[in-house]
């Protein structure tokens, strides 16, 4: 009962000023949502500091530490904000609970080399925390659509209801109106239509393009790739511009296949790319040993070199069809009302009628897009190990 206060195994000097600095930011984020940022940075830095103390020092036990400030903020939550206040309040007390802790105990360094000096140690995490702020960055505005798009007002912001998590707040009438109404539906048509086609031309061009590209023989390789994947680096508004200008005078603008052809040019890029890398690790005496045994170019291809560069080329199909899909600037362009796509109608819901419509289509076009890129990912993994660049 005596030996309540461990040993410090890291000094206070290095933690306390640690959890204090995300105490500060912690307290920079409450401090907005309640109005003053400054005095939100100062209490959270001092308080976060004096906690890490008092939990290290004189409790020493982790696991009461972290339960007990983990009720005290949910209880400080609860009184500023409400339940919204509760959760965010439980989040900060577990995650100072374990952080305090961490920083304390040394944690931090035991899958790290033991030779690293205390600068690399801080470039290691700092690296980390850079990459973690600039995703949460990028994922933020996302993260505020998707419960947006359950709002049962036709607005744009959170109502009161919604951030007391009042169930009459939430409703799935945006999602009704996208499944009911003619405009969203013929443009879901539409889009159906043609990014499907689309992702045909781009895999067929694109992978032709790759494989051939790949031959050492082939004169002016770097040329010809530079020029193939232009779409990827041009501004979309100038090739959107150019397709328009090039159509009009061939009789292609306004017309479905127009569209099509527009939209794989620019899915063959990615398709080039994702193909172009897979080939990276081809074993090319594959097809000479082909070839040897009788096998002619064709059968070559499909029976040999396909499915080994499979991965890549649904990769760069998925690649494809998400840029077809997710395209509005150059539809604008070379499209016609016949063939307005969903972020098309987006595009005029925002401009002529505000519709909270629009916040559900969206939502819907994540999750189809998170789903693909997961196909990507898995199929990356696959590649890899068929290349026998990561185990099994």
Request: aromatic letters at 12%.
């Amino acid at each position: 009962m005596t030996a309540l206060t461990p040993i410090s195994r890291t000094p206070t000097s290095f933690y306390v000023p640690v959890v204090a600095a995300a105490g500060a930011f912690a307290g920079l984020l409450v401090g907005t949502s309640q109005g003053s940022s400054v005095l939100g940075v100062v209490v959270g830095a001092a308080l976060m500091g004096v906690v890490a103390l008092l939990l290290t020092q004189v409790l020493g036990n982790e696991k009461i530490g972290r339960w007990g400030l983990f009720g005290l903020l949910l209880i400080a939550g609860i009184f500023m904000a409400g339940i919204p206040g509760a959760i965010v309040g439980a989040l900060f007390g577990w995650f100072f609970g374990w952080f305090t802790f961490w920083l304390f105990e040394g944690r931090y360094r035991a899958k790290l080399a033991p030779y690293l000096t205390p600068g690399q140690v801080l470039w290691h995490f700092a690296f980390r925390v850079i990459c973690g702020a600039i995703f949460v960055f990028l994922i933020t505005p996302i993260l505020v659509v998707m419960p947006l798009s359950f709002n049962a007002e036709n607005f744009f912001t959170f109502t009161p209801e919604m951030l007391r998590f009042d169930p009459a707040g939430y409703s799935l009438k945006h999602y009704r109106d996208f499944l009911t109404n003619s405009d969203w539906q013929n443009a879901l048509r539409n889009s159906i239509l043609i990014a499907p086609a689309a992702t045909v031309l781009s895999v067929g061009f694109g992978t032709l393009a790759a494989i051939g590209l790949s031959q050492p023989h082939v004169p002016f390789r770097r040329a010809i790739m530079a020029i193939l994947i232009s779409p990827m680096i041009v501004p979309l508004i100038i090739s959107a511009a150019g397709m328009y200008f090039f159509y009009s005078r061939i009789g292609l603008q306004g017309t479905y296949f127009g569209v099509v052809l527009a939209h794989a040019a620019l899915g063959i890029p990615f398709v080039i790319i994702t193909v172009t890398a897979t080939l990276v690790g081809f074993d090319r005496s594959l097809t000479r040993a082909a070839a040897n045994m009788g096998a002619n170019p064709v059968t070559t291809f499909f029976r040999v070199q396909m499915p080994l560069i499979l991965p890549g080329v649904i990769s760069g199909a998925l690649f494809a069809f998400i840029t077809s899909f997710d395209e509005v600037v150059v539809v604008l362009f070379v499209g016609s009302a016949g063939q307005k796509t969903l972020p098309w109608q987006m595009f005029t819901g925002l401009r002529e009628q505000i519709s909270p419509t629009i916040l559900a289509v969206a939502t819907i076009l994540v999750a189809v897009s998170i789903v693909l890129l997961t196909v990507v990912e898995m199929l990356r993994r696959r590649s890899e190990r068929l290349r026998g660049m990561s185990p099994g």
